[in-house]
């Protein structure tokens, strides 16, 4: 008996990947991002170690519910407090999971 080997189909990859994502986005805000615990622990030493600046252009490529885009969008407001408006600082987040924008 031969067995046909398990071909791996990236557009079904996609949707159980956007579909998961999807389910548990907003208790892993919950439970990991908002209360800065498990991989989160980081987030605020990482930005910063990032030195990002008032002109830089920021991609968060997986972004979830923007957890790292908000410490960014906070240094860059309270490193630039008097000249926020001038900015030219740009920040996209991108992610597969559209609850997690929500």
Known sequence: MTSTPHKFDPIQYKD???????????????????????????????????????????????????AVANEVIKRIYDNHQDDHINNGAVLVGTDISRVAFQ
């Open 16 to 66: 159980n990947t956007r579909l998961n994502w999807n389910t548990v986005a907003l208790k892993y805000h919950e439970d990991w991002a908002s209360t800065y615990t498990g991989p989160f622990k980081s987030t605020i030493e990482l930005v910063k170690l990032a030195e990002i600046n008032q002109n830089d252009m920021v991609l968060d490529l997986a972004c979830g519910t923007g």
